[in-house]
């Protein structure tokens, strides 16, 4: 009974299914026509509805509406497709109105679903995908830069759409190239985007095109040199699907095609994929109609007869094209039931999101070796790029590119130039071409161009201007003007940087620091009948004599008091010795105050003291004279005790620098003082109607001026001269009365010669010298590479050296700083004569130590400090008794006997009864 039953059941299914049709729509351009329709026609055996199948001419679109119309009419209830993804928007545009299911074989654009294409199911998952697995890709092989092309249709554009998104927010790869390409395979011109990736050195590149496209594109890029060792291509799955299409007529591809990079939807090709290869080969088809999307297809045809058991209720589809926006009744029970089947086909497991996206998408990684693609590598939605193999490259390297160029090899550039001297000297006798350029950037240029191995031509604007923006128009003149036409490559000169050129061009590394600066021939200047004070402030002339007077008086001291000076020696034998003549004189010097006399005997000390030969006793006169000789730089005299001698030789070591550099400094005064100009600073123009000034027009100081944020600087612009060239400008500042501002470094090689040209002020409105280049040049990051290397070389340097001999303009405000020396320069020489001083005076008790001592040691009884104290005892007796006195008395050795007392110093004899010591 329940065998009847099941059996009753299966007929039922069978009638209903042999009334049920499904739409198979395939264009007669396809290049796997027959072969989709012989796997087609196979696939329908082992299917009990009706698959009816309907060609198209993919060139006219009334052929394809029409098809389309004509498998609406014939009451098919689910129709597959396979064709690109333009085409299938059009065709589900007519399906999901009239609410049948339309099953996508290759479409893969991310954006076909939507509300108005609720019935589109698509067969492989979203470009969006492929996206993340080929940035992944690039992440993986660490580039950095990558051109994108692709063609000008929903596949071409949306199916990188995600790529250009992941790219853009990752700051460590750049895009250099996103070229767009009409999608008209037959017509479109491919040498010029080419030769665009070639321009901008990027090595790494995504083609996204169809997959005959493609092939075109692959062969133009061949013979621009484009597919070399240390280029990739990466192509997507409409060419990775459908390796035929790269093979020529013979079936063998061309061998430049090994190394390509594909990807494409990833085929589980398991016993089941064996069998049903085996099963049609046997029934008569051919191995090579077997492909991704004739597999996909045959999948498709099965999913669908899986799909219709599902449906519980006879299916009838009984719309046409005309029947309005209200569509098949059953179209949306289909639907679900589609949605919510899963299948086992040859492909791997298929089922389908709710937007008819196809589950769990993942991708394999192929690289084209031997005539096909092999799978390197594995992509999934859940783990990501997995590397199985090792990649190979184009002429059939391992090594994996760097994406980066190291070289300009074959490359001709073309720069932009002026003459300027000492950057650029442009000649015409005898030469031509390069030869006649000569300079500091031209011996900047041959290097780079021997080192990046490029070939260059120089080339001069019209109006031979660096380049400014003429504010009516909003053109750029000059050098600027010329690489904004794409007239130039690059500009080679000093061209100064500034934020108006940065908006429209990119300047390379700087190679020189400038800024601006004033000139002016200078005028006579008064004559000053004091020049001979003009060498120092009158504060260190003040010090100079503090100093003179402070030395006076110690050397003055140290010479009286010393223990080995004459009067020193003097003032202790009187007060010491004990002699028998000595003892009885000083009583008798107290009366009459008169002078002892010892005898050569040396009883008496003060014989001794005589006969030592002792220089003369240095009274306050005698050192007076002895210090000034060496204000002039002319020592006499000389003193016995070290200490006194220490100060002189620091004195005379203190008053020959100064000497030297008062020497230098007037030298100086007297050279430059006979040019003057009453201008400090270049605004003081504004306040004096003596010098007229100006720039050059169209130049970049002009332009600095114009913009300052001061408005005293845009008054120096707007009230100016503007000069029509440098030499203009050099010789109106040469006749006078007339102050030009200009770039420094130009001023220095012009006028630095020019003894009377001076700068008025200092430097100012710093900026930087520069290569120019356009927007996003694909040599700028060599060219900085370059200059920078230069800069630390010391290359820049001695280049500056060779062609200038490191000129500078004269500075009046800075020369006269140099010519009048403060007390901040000559502070370390006071600092010396300040140590030397301290250290003289040290020595001054030094010697009282030593000589104390020696007594101690030769005289019983007496201890050193009662020794030390005794000498110092003296000294001060000696100075009160002096201040005391007002007459003073000299000892002199050679008056007579009986006239001592008479030549005795009234302070000193006063003094020796009181200080003598009854013991000794």
């Given at each position: ?15 209903s ?7 198979f ?5 396809d290049r796997?026509n027959?072969?989709l ?5 196979y ?9 009816v199948t309907?060609?198209y001419d ?5 052929s394809?509406i029409?098809a ?19 085409n299938?928007?059009i065709q589900s545009?007519?399906f999901s109105?009239l609410?049948?299911p339309?099953i996508?074989?290759s ?18 998952a979203s470009d969006f995908?492929?996206s ?8 993986y ?6 051109s ?5 249709d929903?596949y071409?554009?949306?199916?990188i759409?995600?790529?250009?998104n ?7 790869v750049?895009?250099k ?22 321009h ?8 996204n095109a169809?997959a005959?496209?493609g092939?075109r ?5 061949h ?11 990466i192509v ?9 299409y ?25 016993n089941?994929y ?6 049609y ?8 109609d077997?492909?991704?999307y004739t597999?996909?297809t045959?999948?498709?045809i ?6 219709l058991?599902?449906v519980?209720?006879?299916i ?5 094209c005309?029947s309005g926006?209200e569509g098949?009744?059953?179209g949306?029970t289909v639907?679900?039931s589609?949605?919510?089947t ?11 999101t709710?937007?008819?996206?196809r589950?769990?998408?993942s991708?394999?990684?192929?690289n ?5 693609f ?6 999934t939605?859940?783990?990501g ?23 300009l ?5 073309r720069l ?16 031509e071409?390069?030869?006649?350029w ?18 260059y ?6 109006d031979l201007?660096f380049?400014?923006?003429n ?6 003149n000059?050098?600027?003007g010329?690489?904004l036409?794409?007239?130039?490559d ?5 061209l100064?940087?500034n934020?108006?050129?940065?908006t429209?061009i990119?300047?390379?590394?700087g ?6 600066r ?7 200047k ?5 020049f001979f004070l003009?060498p120092f ?5 003040s ?6 007077f ?17 009067y020193?020696?003097k ?8 002699c028998?003549?000595c ?8 009366k009459r105050?008169?002078s ?19 220089s ?21 005299g000389?003193?016995?005790?070290i ?6 030789i ?5 008053m020959?620098v100064?000497t030297?550099m ?13 040019l003057?100009t009453s201008?400090?600073t270049v ?5 004096q ?9 169209s130049?970049?100081p002009?332009?600095l001026?114009?913009?300052h944020?001061d408005s005293?600087?845009n ?12 030499n203009d400008?050099v010789?109106t500042?040469r006749q ?8 420094s ?8 010669g ?13 900026f ?6 356009p927007?996003?040049?694909?040599y ?9 290397k230069?800069?630390e070389?010391g ?34 020489v006071f600092y010396l004569?300040s140590?030397g ?6 020595l ?5 130590v030593y ?15 009662k020794a030390?104290?005794r ?8 100075l009160?008794?002096?201040?005391k ?6 000892i ?10 008479e030549n ?9 009864a009181e200080n ?5």
């Amino acid at each position: 009974m329940y065998l009847y039953k099941l059996l009753s059941f299966l007929c039922a299914l069978t009638l209903s299914f042999s009334k049920t049709k499904v739409g198979f729509l395939i264009s007669k351009q396809d290049r796997y026509n027959n072969a989709l329709k012989s796997l087609s026609s196979y696939a329908a055996q082992n299917v009990s509805y009706t698959l009816v199948t309907v060609e198209y001419d993919d060139t006219e679109l009334q052929s394809m509406i029409e098809a389309c119309c004509q498998l609406v009419t014939e009451g098919v209830s689910v129709v597959i497709t396979k064709g690109d993804s333009p085409n299938t928007a059009i065709q589900s545009d007519i399906f999901s109105p009239l609410k049948i299911p339309h099953i996508a074989v290759s479409a893969t654009d991310p954006f076909l679903w939507n509300k108005n294409r609720e019935y589109i199911i698509r067969m492989l998952a979203s470009d969006f995908y492929q996206s993340e697995a080929i940035y992944d890709l690039i992440k993986y092989y660490n580039w950095h830069e990558v051109s994108i092309l692709a063609t000008a249709d929903s596949y071409g554009l949306n199916g990188i759409v995600k790529l250009e998104n992941l790219l853009i927010t990752d700051s460590s790869v750049r895009i250099k190239d996103m070229i767009v390409l009409s999608a008209d395979n037959t017509t479109t011109e491919i040498s010029g985007p080419l030769s665009e990736i070639r321009h901008s050195l990027v090595k790494i590149i995504v083609l996204n095109a169809a997959a005959e496209f493609g092939k075109r594109v692959l062969e133009k890029a061949h013979e621009l040199g484009l597919m070399g060792p240390e280029y990739v291509w990466i192509v997507t799955d409409a060419i990775a699907t459908q390796p035929q299409y790269l093979a020529e007529d013979s079936g063998n591809c061309l061998s430049f095609y090994e190394g390509l990079i594909g990807i494409k939807s990833a085929q589980i090709k398991g016993n089941k994929y064996k069998k049903y290869k085996d099963s049609y080969i046997l029934n008569g088809g051919k191995v090579e109609d077997l492909t991704s999307y004739t597999d996909l297809t045959y999948d498709a045809i099965g999913f669908v007869y899986e799909a219709l058991i599902g449906v519980s209720e006879d299916i009838t589809q009984d719309v046409d094209c005309s029947s309005g926006s209200e569509g098949w009744n059953q179209g949306k029970t289909v639907l679900d039931s589609i949605l919510q089947t899963r299948y086992t086909g040859i492909s791997g497991g298929i089922n389908f999101t709710i937007n008819g996206e196809r589950n769990e998408p993942s991708y394999e990684i192929l690289n084209f070796v031997d005539d096909k693609f092999t799978t390197v590598g594995t992509w999934t939605n859940s783990s990501g790029l997995q590397m199985t193999e090792e990649m190979q490259f184009f002429e059939g390297t391992n090594l994996v590119p760097t994406g980066v160029t190291k070289n300009l090899v074959d490359r001709h550039l073309r720069l932009g130039t002026v003459e300027e001297k000492p950057f650029m000297f442009h000649s015409t006798k005898e030469c031509e071409g390069n030869a006649c350029w000569s300079g500091m950037v031209n011996d900047m240029v041959v290097r780079l161009a021997e080192e990046l191995f490029f070939t260059y031509e120089y080339i001069s604007p019209a109006d031979l201007k660096f380049g400014a923006k003429n504010e009516t128009t909003k053109e750029w003149n000059g050098m600027i003007g010329d690489l904004l036409a794409d007239k130039t490559d690059i500009i080679a000169i000093d061209l100064s940087t500034n934020s108006a050129r940065k908006t429209v061009i990119d300047f390379s590394f700087g190679f020189m620091d400038a800024g601006l600066r004033a000139v002016v021939k200078g005028e006579s200047k008064t004559s000053n009948k004091y020049f001979f004070l003009s060498p120092f402030d009158p504060l260190v002339w003040s010090m100079i004599l503090l100093s003179y007077f402070i030395l006076v008086a110690l050397i003055s001291c140290i010479g009286k008091f010393s223990p080995y000076s004459k009067y020193g020696t003097k003032l202790y034998a009187v007060k010491t010795c004990s002699c028998n003549q000595c003892t009885g004189q000083r009583s008798e010097m107290k009366k009459r105050r008169c002078s002892i006399h010892g005898n050569k005997l040396y009883v008496c000390l003060i014989d001794k003291a005589e006969e030592e030969g002792r220089s003369e006793e240095s009274s306050f006169n005698s050192s007076l004279w002895m210090m000034a000789t060496g204000l002039v730089g002319y020592a006499i005299g000389a003193l016995p005790s070290i200490s006194g001698r220490f100060l002189l030789i620091i004195w005379w070591t203190f008053m020959l620098v100064v000497t030297s550099m008062y020497t230098a400094n007037l030298t100086a005064s007297l050279t430059l003082s006979n040019l003057d100009t009453s201008l400090n600073t270049v605004l003081d123009l504004l306040a004096q109607d003596t010098y007229e000034w100006g720039v050059i027009g169209s130049r970049h100081p002009e332009t600095l001026l114009k913009t300052h944020m001061d408005s005293r600087y845009n008054r120096l612009a707007h009230e100016g001269i503007t000069l029509q060239g440098l030499n203009d400008a050099v010789d109106t500042v040469r006749q006078g009365n007339f102050v030009f501002i200009d770039e420094s470094p130009v001023l220095a090689y012009n006028l630095g010669g020019d003894c009377d040209i001076f700068s008025v002020g200092e430097e100012f409105q710093s900026f930087a010298y520069a290569f120019g280049l356009p927007k996003e040049s694909p040599y700028k990051t060599f060219i900085d590479t370059y200059l920078l290397k230069f800069r630390e070389e010391g290359f820049i340097d001695s280049l500056w050296e060779k062609w200038t001999g490191g000129a500078t303009v004269c500075s009046t405000s800075v020369m006269a700083e140099k010519v009048t020396l403060n007390l901040d320069t000559l502070a370390g020489v006071f600092y010396l004569l300040s140590a030397g001083v301290a250290i003289s005076f040290i020595l001054f008790l030094v010697e009282f130590v030593y000589v104390s001592v020696n007594e101690a040691m030769q005289i019983n009884g007496l201890t050193f400090m009662k020794a030390l104290k005794r000498r110092f005892r003296f000294i001060w007796n000696d100075l009160s008794n002096r201040r005391k006195s007002r007459n003073k008395i000299n000892i002199n050795r050679d008056v007579e006997l009986g006239t001592i007392a008479e030549n005795y110093d009234d302070g000193l004899l006063g003094t020796i009864a009181e200080n003598y010591d009854d013991g000794l």
